[in-house]
Nanobody, 116 residues
Framework: QVQFVESGGGLVQPGGSLRLSCAASGSGFSISAMAWFRQAPGKQREWVALITNSGGTNYADSVKGRFTISRDNAKNTVNLQMNSVKPEDTAVYYC??????????WGQGTQVTVSS
């Protein structure tokens, strides 16, 4: 079964940048639409960005124009470039398959804290 391990989080000032990475182990990565999700304290997990197996992308309105999702099928990785971050971007970020019925168990995620 595929597993996802997120990394790259940390403390960043408002307006700064951060790059998250997700490494996949197991089979089926290259044929799956992948996504980043996030969960802020006291809130439900929400979808942030999507990338199809052919590279098509889509973003939540809250991050459109600031975040960029990319993938490297040869390396089984998905990245999220976060620019112009805001305090409301503070959350634990997770990656997983986009289609809910195909998702792997959630990993530990990576904490992003935006604060001055």
């Amino acid at each position: 079964q595929v597993q996802f391990v997120e990394s790259g989080g940390g403390l960043v000032q408002p307006g700064g940048s951060l790059r998250l990475s997700c490494a996949a182990s197991g089979s089926g990565f290259s044929i799956s639409a992948m996504a980043w999700f996030r969960q802020a304290p006291g809130k439900q997990r929400e979808w942030v960005a999507l990338i199809t197996n052919s590279g098509g992308t889509n973003y939540a309105d809250s991050v459109k124009g600031r975040f960029t999702i990319s993938r490297d099928n040869a390396k089984n990785t998905v990245n999220l470039q976060m620019n112009s971050v805001k305090p409301e971007d503070t959350a634990v970020y997770y990656c997983n398959r986009f289609v809910s019925t195909m998702r792997a168990p959630w990993g530990q995620g990576t904490q992003v804290t935006v604060s001055s």
